[in-house]
């Protein structure tokens, strides 16, 4: 159940292109695989109510519409997991540095973000309707406000045209998207996390109770992520319990 390749629907400036999608839902039943792009964004959203900043045409920021089947409802967390593949899978195939994915679906370079993704969900009554599944990737910006971000441009040294890491990110979503479909949860569970960041060595976690060094155990069902403390205790978190500080 591939789904086909729109052309994009590129835009010049738009206030989120995840809005724009939810509000395309609203009003209609836009293709599955509709592919939403913009060069500028004036409220670009991130996770955790934070705000996605991006210089105009600098980078990727573009939402996919997608319709769940009704049998993937009960494991929302797998549809992440396989974007976060598809989105990791594609800037692997731009760089030869490793490509590893930070729970819950951050993509990093050398310990830096290169890319984020929001999946916002719409739901009617209790059943899954769509995802707006919306991705940055920094491509050509080399200045950020924070330190721990990173762009393809930075780790190679080269300029790269957004529209063709676009081509290959949405053959790598719709391949990916494709498995999920099909059930094979966990197989995409498997590789997402032979891809995490942090299952191998210790990082320090910022919690509730302060400052933890821990390692990254799993990422359960539900999405809640598992660490197992340098004092060997296991604990769980969702994504507004706890934060990796870089
Ligand atoms: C994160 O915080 O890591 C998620 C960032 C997601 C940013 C993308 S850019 C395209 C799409 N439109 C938005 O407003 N957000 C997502």
Redesign the pocket.
């Known amino acids: 159940m591939q789904f086909v390749q729109n052309t994009p629907i590129w835009l010049k400036e738009t206030d ?4 724009e999608a939810l509000r395309m839902l609203k009003t209609g039943r836009p293709a599955e695989g509709t592919c939403i792009c913009a060069h500028f ?1 004036t ?6 109510s ?1 705000r ?1 900043l ?1 210089l105009p045409s600098e980078n990727l ?3 996919f519409i997608l319709y769940p089947p009704i049998h993937s409802a009960s494991e929302p967390f797998t549809l992440s997991m396989a974007a976060a593949l598809a989105v990791r899978e594609t800037i692997a195939e731009f760089t030869n540095h490793p490509v590893e994915i930070k729970w819950p679906n ?1 993509i990093l370079v050398s310990g830096k973000k290169i890319a ?3 999946i916002e969900n719409q739901w009617l009554g209790s059943s899954w309707h769509a995802a707006v599944v ?3 990737i920094n491509i050509n910006q080399k200045k950020f406000d924070v330190e721990h971000a990173t762009s393809l441009s930075l780790i190679n040294q080269l300029i790269v045209d957004p529209k063709i890491v676009l081509l290959r990110l949405q053959a790598n979503l719709s391949a990916q998207y494709t498995r999920f479909c099909k059930k094979e949860h966990a197989t995409l569970s498997l590789e997402y996390h032979e891809q995490l960041f942090g299952r191998k060595t210790l990082h320090t976690y910022q919690t509730a109770q302060g400052l933890i060094l821990a390692q990254v155990v799993q990422v359960l069902h539900d999405g809640r992520l598992e660490l197992r403390s340098s004092e060997d205790v296991h604990l769980t978190f969702d994504l507004s319990e706890v934060r990796l500080v870089y």
């Open positions: 989120s292109t995840n809005k964004q409220e670009g959203k991130g996770q955790r934070n996605w991006s920021l573009v939402s951050d984020g993704i929001l919306g991705i940055g």
